[in-house]
């Protein structure tokens, strides 16, 4: 189901593409070379002086970490970003090596995040980002440290028709267009006359 962004001017289709479905294959498959190239997106965004703050877990349907993610989804996105097909957890390393803040580490996970999204939207993979998961049990399944901090788990695959989601209001959600601000709205100073 295409969903493109009512947007003032033509953008690129990956761009204007994008959106973050629910319904997804539950048997397709992400190949190891395409989850390569979306984890290289993501490690070849910029950053602040290039420190490169995101790491990630990487998991996939049958393996051992696509179940210790998935136990662990809140809410509805237990019900549906399982029958996904891949998962990447983005963690930002908070602080430098002398114990210093990085101020800007989240910035740069969620760039990162951004470069992997728009990156597997060319593969022809979907991605939902979800925030709804429990960060205390996936801190302790992986013994993350207390510097790192889990921003969003993108939940990737192959988009199945809304119907398939089986929950009338989630089908619902499916469906319905997608919003936003005007510009008008969001450009403090400086908006274009186009
Ligand atoms: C950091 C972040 C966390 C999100 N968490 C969830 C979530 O837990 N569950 C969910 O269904 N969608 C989640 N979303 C998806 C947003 O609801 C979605 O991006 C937004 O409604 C805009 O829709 P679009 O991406 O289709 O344009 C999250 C998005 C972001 C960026």
Same mark, same amino acid.
């Given at each position: 189901?295409?969903?493109?962004?009512?947007?003032?001017?033509?953008?690129s289709p990956l761009i204007a593409n994008r959106w973050s479905p629910r319904s997804f294959d539950g048997v397709a498959e992400i190949s190891d070379l395409d989850i390569a190239a979306i984890l290289e997106a993501g490690r070849w965004s910029p950053s602040t002086?290039?420190?490169?703050?995101?790491?990630?877990?990487?998991? *996939?349907?049958?393996? +051992?970490?696509?179940e210790n993610l998935a136990k662990h989804f809140a809410g509805f996105n237990a019900t549906? /970003? #399982?029958?996904?097909?891949?998962?990447?957890?983005?963690v930002a390393v908070m602080t430098n090596e002398d114990g210093t803040a990085r101020p800007f580490a989240l910035y740069?996970?969620?760039?990162?995040?951004?470069?992997?999204?728009?990156?597997?939207?060319?593969?022809?993979?979907?991605v939902h980002p979800i925030a709804g998961f429990d960060r205390e049990?996936? *801190?302790?399944?992986? +013994?993350?440290?207390?510097?790192?901090?889990?921003?969003?788990?993108?939940?990737?695959?192959?988009? /199945? #028709?809304?119907?398939?989601?089986?929950?009338?209001?989630?089908?619902?959600?499916e469906k319905a267009p997608r919003v936003r601000l005007p510009l008008t709205d969001i450009v403090i100073a400086g908006l274009p006359a186009a």
């Open positions: 189901m295409l969903k493109p962004a009512d947007s003032s001017v033509t953008l002086n290039n420190q490169q703050p995101w790491r990630f877990i990487v998991a *996939k349907r049958g393996d +051992s970490h696509f549906w /970003a #399982p029958t996904a097909s891949a998962f990447i957890l983005v740069d996970a969620g760039l990162a995040s951004a470069f992997m999204t728009v990156e597997a939207n060319h593969l022809g993979i979907a049990k996936v *801190k302790a399944e992986y +013994s993350l440290p207390d510097n790192f901090s889990q921003t969003a788990i993108l939940v990737l695959g192959k988009q /199945a #028709p809304a119907a398939e989601l089986h929950n009338a209001a989630l089908v619902e959600r």
